[in-house]
């Protein structure tokens, strides 16, 4: 089992930025990788950036250039640096871990962005 904690969410206006953490506990060697979706209201989750145990990454285009995703290892950590947000942004986000077996996700943080 792999326990996931998100933090970081909050309210900010267009063009400015937040960092969002994921805390993984548990059978945290069990992890290939792990990444962060976002759903907005009505709307289907979607996968925003994922970064793999060999360190490579890939975002979706809407967030290509604005959003970094990184990882800490010893800290069993990983981080998404939401820059030049903007409205349409806005959204619950979601940490998420692979393992071979099965994927965990956290509870979830929103980030409203205004205009």
């Known amino acids: 089992q792999v326990q996931l904690v998100e933090s970081g969410g909050g309210l900010v206006q267009t063009g400015g930025s937040l960092r969002l953490s994921c805390a993984a506990s548990?059978?945290?060697?069990?992890?290939?990788?792990m990444g962060w979706y976002r759903q907005a209201p009505g709307k289907q989750r979607e996968l925003v950036a994922f970064?793999?145990?060999?360190?490579?990454?890939n975002y979706a285009d809407s967030v290509k250039g604005r959003f970094t995703i990184s990882r800490d290892n010893a800290k069993n950590t990983v981080y998404l640096q939401m820059n030049s947000l903007k409205p349409e942004d806005t959204a619950v986000y979601y940490c998420?871990?692979?393992?071979?077996?099965?994927?965990?996700w956290g509870q979830g943080t929103q980030v409203t962005v205004s205009s």
């Open positions: 970064i793999s145990s060999d360190d490579s990454t």
């Open positions: 998420n871990a692979l393992t071979v077996y099965t994927g965990y």
């Open positions: 548990g059978n945290t060697v069990s992890i290939n990788g």
